[in-house]
């Protein structure tokens, strides 16, 4: 079966006396029959040419699926006089949300369960579903949620009556998927953000649940390159506003016990600051990086907000992250030495370091609902050890083990390695690398090795332990991922030198990554693939332009390939948010940086590596039409005879698929791909 040919319709982008073609253009008309007669050409031709590998395929698919423990129960979390959970049986799509009424953990076996929310009863077979925000009202009597049934961020507020089980007449629309519902004190008032055309949280509304009257409109941020976000404190006593972008934000706070109340603003917003807020002991908490990249934590007294004072000195070693506190002390989250960190702190200890015995690993705070507890849930992993829940206390600093992911079938950590390598960049930075793979793997040579890479808006690729990684272990596989700049894994600087005009560091420091794993001899270009989504794909894009020779296989998801012409672009969802972490092409210096690694822009007539290119019909969040264009400018210009596949999910966005086993289902295919261009 020979692939789709699109049509090409001349359309040439003209700007800073520049011009740029653009013959695919035409692709991004969704309500054109032609397109979406394209599209599902293209997904014909993906299933025929996949067809081969059914076998392996379903090999694969059968063995992540008997990775899966027959039940997952995480550990039950206090809040007030019922411990929450969540569990999911194997052989269900959508996970339970359920509660037992209990005074300690010891007399859970003994109690009944109390589901609160089962999505496989709200499921439709086939279709999707993605359900966020679960939030229980103070007095444990309802229960608020968001739903979606298109893959968009466009979600939709139900609330359920836990008392009858029953859900209330309330349906609140075009509710942001995170961050964005929050009960007041009583449990009477919701607060939630909604999105403008653009898909933008721009507006904090008030709802009466069960009132009947029309909604109050709080705040509305104006300025088109600022988000809003809802949080509460943990005690509960007051809600927060954050307007953010990726350099500044500004907060406003309410009172939780009055509704009705003002929004007061914390500290205006200033270019280039950052901030946070919780709430202590009658005291704001303040985690700025104000004179402090890295940030450093103060405290003032509600009220007194002009002068915090720092709750211990300024480390810049130290990148602190999050804050999170209970009656007696705080819990830090944050990064040090390249690896995630938890601190302590309390009045008679100061801050004290969490310490952990291997070497690479992650460690994160847990879902802690109680304010007022001597114990805080914490969880640690790494490439070897499957997530491990403690009970560390508050007080001492000590830990017990409460619970260990279950892993279904035999493993044995020590038939596996992990480790911590430094590739070498061109400007002589260190970049990190953590690999797993199966003990003496590279004892006879170089060998297939999946290199995975993100590096964008500061996030973090931190090492995991991942069952369904087990059975490609087992086969041969390395896997590796390049902690490359524009995350935030050695600290803020580490983003701040992976963005903007900077960006080009994120696409070099993969390339490094792949020539240092060559030439210390874990692998070969013949046994090398990337791996990477969204950001991460667009990372393949520029990097199959960059060094198509390094690599058989590059699997780009969701990939971010169109640069210049989606910044240019205002009335795409998203586009003025992302002004910040890119740069705006309407200024000149901008526009050339950004064109000198937009991947769709810089296809040429040469050889590309083999290809699996996936998309989503309704993603807000990177257009389809993208990676359809690259595609499409890919087959006609490339000058060998390597696979080009285009997967376009018709009834999702983002996030592919719903449904545990759908996503396991699409990620085999995505392996199968992989293993059968290295020859595995």
């Known amino acids: 079966m020979q692939p789709p040919v699109a049509k090409r319709i001349p359309h040439p982008h003209t700007l800073h006396g520049d011009v740029r073609p653009d013959d695919y253009y035409w692709l991004r008309e969704r ?19 996949m067809k081969p590998i059914e076998g392996l395929t379903q090999r694969l698919y059968e063995a992540m699926v008997a990775r899966i423990p027959e039940a997952e129960v995480n550990v ?10 969540t569990r999911q049986d194997k052989q269900l799509q959508y996970p339970v949300h359920a509660r037992k009424r209990a005074s300690s953990r010891a007399d859970l076996d003994a109690v009944e369960e109390e589901v609160i ?22 007095d444990h009597t309802r229960l608020a949620y968001l739903e979606n049934r298109d893959g968009s961020d466009r979600y939709t507020a139900f609330v359920k009556d836990l008392r009858s089980g029953t859900r209330l007449p309330d349906e609140i629309h075009n509710v942001f998927i995170y961050g964005s519902l929050e009960w007041d004190a009583s449990g009477t008032y919701l607060f939630y953000t909604t999105l403008d055309e653009t898909q933008r949280p721009y507006q904090v509304w008030r709802h009466r649940v069960g009132g009947g009257e029309a909604d109050t409109l709080l705040y509305e941020e104006r300025d088109t390159t600022f988000t809003l976000h809802l949080s509460k404190s943990r005690d509960g006593r007051y809600l927060f506003v954050h307007s953010d972008n990726k350099t500044t934000n500004e907060i406003r706070y309410l009172d939780a016990a009055d509704p009705l109340g003002t929004l007061c603003v914390f500290a205006e917003r200033r270019r280039g600051i950052l901030y946070d807020l919780e709430h202590w002991n009658g005291h704001f908490l303040v985690l700025t990086n104000e004179d402090a990249p890295n940030f450093r934590l103060a405290a003032c007294p509600v009220g007194e907000t002009s002068q915090p004072v720092d709750l211990f000195p300024y480390d810049d070693a130290r990148y602190l992250e999050e804050v999170y506190p209970f009656r007696d002390a705080l819990l830090l989250a944050g990064r040090q030495d390249g690896l995630t960190q938890l601190w302590r702190f309390t009045a008679e200890d100061g801050l004290q370091q969490l310490a952990w015995a291997e070497p690479v690993y992650t460690v994160r705070v847990g879902d802690n609902r109680a304010y007022d507890t001597a114990e805080a849930l914490i969880h640690f992993q790494s490439l070897l050890t499957p997530r491990t829940t403690y009970a560390l206390n508050l007080q001492t600093g000590g830990r017990v ?22 590739a070498t960049a061109a400007d002589g930075t260190q970049i990190p690398l953590t690999a797993v793979y199966k003990a003496g793997l590279f004892d006879h040579g170089p060998a297939p090795l999946i290199l995975y890479g993100y590096g964008s808006y500061g996030s973090n690729s931190d090492p995991h332990f991942d069952p ?5 272990l087992d086969a041969g596989v390395a896997f590796v991922t390049a902690q490359v700049r524009g995350g935030s894994e050695m600290g803020r600087s580490w983003y701040e030198d992976g963005k903007f005009l900077n960006k080009r560091n994120t696409f070099t420091d993969f390339v ?8 210390q001899g874990f692998t070969t270009p013949d046994l090398l693939a990337g791996r990477g989504g969204s950001a991460g794909g667009l990372l393949m894009g520029a990097v199959a332009n960059l060094a198509p020779h390094l690599f058989k296989v590059l699997v780009p998801a969701v990939p971010f390939v169109d640069v210049v012409t989606t910044m240019l672009d205002a009335s795409i969802p998203l586009t003025s948010l992302e002004w910040d972490e890119w740069g705006n092409p309407a200024d000149r210096e901008y526009y050339f940086y950004m064109k000198s690694y937009s991947p769709y822009d810089n296809v040429e007539a040469k050889r590309y590596p083999h290809m699996l ?16 264009k690259w595609v499409a400018r890919l087959r006609a210009s490339k000058t060998d005879d390597n696979v080009v596949l285009l997967k376009t999910n018709m009834g999702a966005g983002h996030f592919g698929a719903s449904g545990r086993l759908n996503r396991v289902r699409e990620l085999a295919e995505s392996y199968a791909f992989v293993l059968d261009k290295l020859g595995v």
């Open 613 to 628: 290119v996936t998309t989503g019909l309704n993603d807000p969040r990177v257009a389809y039409w993208e990676p359809a």
């Open 401 to 422: 083990a409460l619970q260990v992911a279950p892993v279904s079938g035999p493993y044995d950590a020590a038939a596996y390695e992990q480790a911590r390598w430094w």
């Open 31 to 49: 309500d054109n029959p032609d397109v979406i007669a394209y599209l599902e050409a293209e997904n014909r031709y993906y299933q025929e040419m």
């Open 512 to 519: 490094d990554a792949a020539q240092f794993l060559i030439e």
């Open 468 to 472: 369904l990684r087990l059975p490609l």
């Open 76 to 85: 039950p979390v206090q809040d007030g006089p019922y411990f929450y959970y």
């Open 117 to 138: 929310l089962d999505l496989n009863a709200i499921a439709t077979e086939g279709a999707y579903l993605s359900v966020t925000v679960l939030r229980v009202s103070p």
